[in-house]
C-alpha cells in the first residue's frame, strides 16, 4: 500500500516533514510512505492553464493518482494553511471531473512551534481536502512545541503522541481497505 | 491601609530577595491543557507598622518569561498586554489578614493594561527567620485567581473541535522572599 506524504513546508529542517518521517516508520510492513517534494516547483493555480498545465502540476496529479492514501503534514501560518499547499491542493482538486483527490483516502497531521499545534490549519486543510471530494480522516495529530517534540532518531518524544498517530495511521489504511467497499463520494 | 495581624512579625520594612522570589501565572488553553509563564523581574515592598501589613509591588511587562519567542511578541502585543502603552503590571494591598497560622487572606488592587480591580489572594506568611548573613527574613506566598477580560486581555480563537484556544480564568501565583531592612 502506497501513502503520498505531502509536508505544507518548504523549509530545510521543516517540523513538518520531520513528523512525515516518523510518520513512515509507524506504517506497517505492507505500506509505504514516498515523499512529494516539489511543492516548491508548482506554479500558481490558474485555470488558463487547466488545460495544459506545468510538469509539476502533472507530477503531482501522477503521484496522488498511483497512491493508495494521501498523508499531509501542515505548519500553520497567521492561523490558517500555508498558500503552497493549498495551491498544490487546488491544483489536485481540478478539473472536477476525475481530480486526483477524488475519492482519496486523506488524513492530515501537523506540527508547529506553539502550544496549540496547527490545530486551525488542520481543521483547514481538511474543510479542502473534503470539499475536494477526498476521503478525509475527522482524527487529527495537533503536535505543539515542535522544535522539542522530536527526538535526534526523529520519533516522537512523547509516546502517547505517537501511539496516536500510530492510530491515525491504521485509520488511514483501515480506510483504504473500505473505499472498494463503499459508493463514490457525492 | 487597614490590616489585621496577629503573627509576630518585627516591625519595619521589608524588601524583595529577587533570587529567592517568583511571579508567576497559569491559564488553561486547548481547553484541558495548561501553560505557565513567569515575570522575572520583581519588585516587592512590604511595610510592617503597629497599624497592620501592607504590601505593593510591581512587575515590568517586559520580563515576561516564556519558552516561544512567538508567543510573547503575541503577549506583549496590544490583544495582550499591550506593553508600549501599559508597561507595567502594578499591585497595592488594602487589606492583609494573618492568622496564628500564618494564612493570609489579601484585599488589595491589582493595574494591568491600565485597568485597576479589586482583587484577593490566599496564601501563606513564614517567617520571620535569620539567613546566613544575619538578615531577618520572611516568606510570602499567594495567589488569585482573575478574568483577563476584565483587564482587557480579549485574545481568543475558537478551536475547531469546539472550546477556545485559551480561557479567561488566569491564576497568578506569587513567593516572595522578603529580607528586613536595617532599621
Known amino acids: ?186 | 491601609m487597614t490590616a489585621t495581624q496577629t503573627i509576630a512579625l518585627p516591625l519595619g520594612t521589608y524588601t524583595v530577595d529577587t533570587l529567592h522570589s517568583y511571579a508567576g501565572f497559569s491559564v488553561k488553553h486547548t481547553v484541558v491543557a495548561t501553560f505557565r509563564g513567569e515575570f522575572t523581574d520583581i519588585d516587592a515592598t512590604l511595610i510592617c507598622t503597629d497599624d497592620g501589613i501592607r504590601l505593593e509591588g510591581s512587575v515590568p511587562v517586559g520580563s515576561i518569561s516564556i519558552d516561544d519567542q512567538d508567543l510573547r511578541g503575541h503577549l506583549l502585543s496590544p490583544e495582550f498586554f499591550d506593553v508600549v502603552r501599559a508597561p507595567e503590571i502594578h499591585f497595592v494591598s488594602s487589606d492583609i489578614r494573618v492568622d496564628e497560622a500564618g494564612a493570609v487572606a489579601l484585599d488589595g488592587e491589582l493595574t494591568i493594561k491600565g485597568t485597576t480591580r479589586a482583587v484577593q489572594a490566599r496564601g501563606a506568611l513564614t517567617g520571620p527567620i535569620v539567613d546566613s548573613y544575619e538578615r531577618e527574613k520572611i516568606g510570602l506566598e499567594l495567589e488569585a485567581t482573575v478574568d483577563r477580560t476584565t483587564y482587557g486581555l480579549n485574545w481568543n480563537m475558537p478551536l475547531p473541535k469546539g472550546g477556545v484556544a485559551v480561557a479567561n480564568d488566569v491564576k497568578l501565583t506569587l513567593s516572595l522572599g522578603l529580607l528586613r531592612e536595617e532599621a
Not at chain 1, 138 to 164: M, N, Q, S, Y
Request: hydrophobic share 45%.
Open chain 1, 1 to 186: 500500500m502506497l501513502v503520498l506524504g505531502i509536508s505544507g513546508s518548504l523549509r530545510r529542517d521543516s517540523h513538518n516533514t520531520a513528523l512525515l518521517r516518523a510518520a513512515a516508520r509507524l506504517l506497517p510492513r505492507d505500506a509505504e510512505l514516498v515523499e512529494f517534494d516539489q511543492l516548491r516547483g508548482l506554479p500558481a493555480f490558474d485555470e488558463d492553464d487547466e488545460a495544459a498545465p506545468a510538469p509539476t502540476v502533472h507530477t503531482l496529479r501522477d503521484a496522488l493518482a498511483s497512491a493508495d492514501a494521501v498523508l499531509i503534514a501542515t505548519p500553520e501560518y497567521n492561523s490558517s494553511i500555508p498558500g503552497t499547499l493549498k495551491n498544490a491542493l487546488d491544483w489536485a482538486s481540478r478539473p472536477r471531473c476525475g481530480a486526483a483527490l477524488r475519492d482519496k483516502p486523506a488524513a492530515v497531521i501537523g506540527a508547529s512551534t506553539s502550544i496549540f499545534g496547527a490545530v486551525w490549519a488542520q481543521a483547514e486543510t481538511r474543510k479542502v481536502l473534503r470539499a475536494s471530494g477526498a476521503r478525509v480522516l475527522e482524527r487529527e495529530l495537533p503536535v505543539a512545541r515542535a522544535t522539542t517534540a522530536f527526538t535526534a532518531g526523529g520519533r516522537l518524544v512523547d509516546r502517547d503522541l505517537e501511539a496516536e498517530l500510530r492510530r491515525l495511521l491504521t485509520d488511514l489504511l483501515a480506510l483504504v481497505a473500505a473505499r472498494d467497499q463503499l459508493p463514490a463520494a457525492a
